[in-house]
């Protein structure tokens, strides 16, 4: 392939995104009907970091920067002017990760909890009717030392709680939820930290399946920089007590070699392969295959698969969202070829996302929707069959970063949550005044009134 071919390739791929951009500003349908936002969150720069619907769809729960607190809003269902929070949780230090248990069901106070990891502080199991700890799990490297995570989740089942992202190994600790402590399963991605084997940087994200996915067995692990996703099997022993080095399949990410110049990429619709190659016939330009790359390489913030609930309807499309990325990316898990040679994305999301904060996406109870949070005071939905925006939710006094679905009934709701750390800058070096925003942000609540999908 000449270079003339590769521009081609990349202009292709250019108009294309135009094309999706243009899409997007015709969109004016709205099918949301706002129904309140949080009235207590105050503070500078006391923003919400994300937000998490409960699995029974009756509450939400939120995290604040300034202060270090959870936050659970009862979800109220009509119109409401005073939200305020129902319970508060302060934490010790900056809240990183926080993830509610499966089975959680207001009715059962067993079950209200959720997990979650701090700056300097081991992971936390909290009572969701009373915010206090109900248990701790150490997580300690080959020092002897304890280190908090990045990232903490549990396991689609609810027995197990999955802790990576630490700053000396590139380990990933599996905690038994009933047995609270430091003992724990590790799982290692190369190694040594500097070793070149294996799957590089810290780790930034976990996805696992639906319990009946045919990919159940199986599970995500994503990193910051350089940004890359691999896919591990969850059936290995764990049988050395110096942790069990995991062979996985990169999906993107450490495949230099697979975009060089005057190489295509092959595409086998009958036996769902992928290689590289320099032949010309049913190829699929590498231009492509560089521009999916670059959406990964900055360092990836969430992975998710496509349907919640189960079922056999798009099982294998695993979505990934990155820091200063334009779009949100599905990869087909069919197509896994290794590490050499990772596979390219499927589609894509677009979206403003030119921040480093995380910005979330969340899909509605069957997967069709995908809701995407960007930089933009916006959030965008698109159909996840036939990529194509089929709505916009505006009004948002800043930036949205975090969005849920959630259902109860026969009502389906949807949670934003805004906001980003401000500074005070009064001055720049021409000595000029700027104005910066005084918001810092909120929970918002919103009803899908009419297309239940």
């Known amino acids: 392939m000449n270079k003339e071919g590769s521009e081609s390739d990349a202009e292709h791929v250019q108009k294309e995104q135009q094309s999706q951009q243009q899409e997007q500003v015709s969109s004016t349908n709205s099918t949301f009907e706002p129904l309140t936002k949080s009235c207590d969150i105050e503070g500078e720069s006391n923003f919400t970091k994300g937000c998490k619907f409960s699995p029974d769809g009756l509450c939400i729960l939120t995290a604040t920067d300034a202060d270090n607190t959870f936050r659970l809003y009862n979800n109220p269902m009509v119109t409401y002017q005073n939200w305020s929070t129902a319970l508060s949780a302060k934490a010790g230090d900056s809240i990183r990760s926080y993830d509610w248990y499966p089975y959680m069901n207001s009715s059962q106070p067993d079950s209200c909890a959720f997990v979650a990891a701090s700056r300097d502080q081991p992971i936390h199991l909290y009572d969701a009717y009373n915010g206090s700890i109900r248990a701790t799990y150490s997580p300690y490297n080959a020092l002897d030392e304890m280190e908090s995570p990045n990232v903490v989740q549990f396991t689609p089942d609810g027995s197990r709680i999955f802790a990576g992202g630490f700053r000396t190994d590139r380990t990933i600790h599996k905690f038994d939820v009933s047995r609270p402590g430091r003992d724990s399963d590790i799982l290692r991605l190369g190694k040594t930290r500097r070793s070149n084997d294996g799957q590089k940087g810290i780790l930034s994200a976990l996805a696992f399946p639906s319990t009946t996915s045919v990919f159940s067995k199986v599970f995500a692990v994503a990193t910051y920089s350089p940004g890359s996703i691999f896919v591990y099997d969850d059936r290995l022993p764990n049988d050395n007590p110096g942790g069990t080095i995991m062979h996985g399949i990169g999906v993107m990410g450490h495949g230099k070699n697979f975009t060089k110049k005057r190489r295509f990429v092959d595409i086998s619709k009958e036996n769902n392969t992928i290689s590289a190659q320099d032949d010309f016939d049913d190829m699929f330009a590498a231009a492509k295959v560089k521009w999916y790359q670059s959406r990964v390489r900055t360092g990836v913030t969430q992975l998710a698969w496509a349907n919640p609930n189960g079922g056999n309807m798009n099982d294998y499309l695993l979505y990934s969202a990155s820091r200063n990325s334009d779009a949100i990316i599905a ?86 949550s805004t906001g980003c750390r401000q500074f005070n800058i009064s001055e720049d070096e021409d000595n000029r005044e700027i104005n910066a925003s005084s918001s810092c942000g909120g929970l918002y609540l919103h009803e899908l009134k009419k297309d239940k999908n």
């Open 331 to 416: 990869f087909d898990l069919r197509m896994l070829t290794g590490m050499e040679h990772p596979i390219r994305g499927v589609g894509s999301f677009p979206r403003n996302g030119q921040s480093n904060q995380r910005l979330e996406f969340d899909f509605n109870s069957e997967g069709t929707r995908i809701y995407v949070a960007e930089n933009e005071n916006t959030i965008k939905i698109y159909d996840t069959t036939s990529y194509s925006l089929v709505d916009t939710i505006s009004g948002f006094d800043t930036i949205t970063n975090g969005v849920s679905f959630g259902s109860y009934c026969d009502k389906s709701f949807l949670a934003v």
